[in-house]
């Protein structure tokens, strides 16, 4: 995500259609590294592997589930 947000700001500065003001702005609204922690979670998809290793090791699964259609889901 960001490699690609980089490669359209650099694009964008050499056309010329980027100021420093939309860098900014493109700066603000990505998340920090502290917000994008969760990214660094080894998250596993397969919930039948995720409770083996549940057992063996002992920790919790946070199961994360949702009904319906992505953009319905209320």
């Known amino acids: 995500m960001k490699s690609l947000l980089a490669f359209i700001l650099g694009a964008g500065s050499l056309l010329g259609q ?13 998340p920090t590294k502290e917000e994008s922690k969760w990214l660094e979670i080894d998250w596993r998809i397969d919930l039948w592997q995720a409770r083996k290793e549940s057992a063996k090791s002992g920790k919790p699964i946070y199961l994360w589930e949702m009904d319906g259609h992505p953009l319905g889901c209320v």
């Open 18 to 30: 980027w100021n420093a003001r939309d860098q900014a702005l493109v700066e603000e609204i990505l």
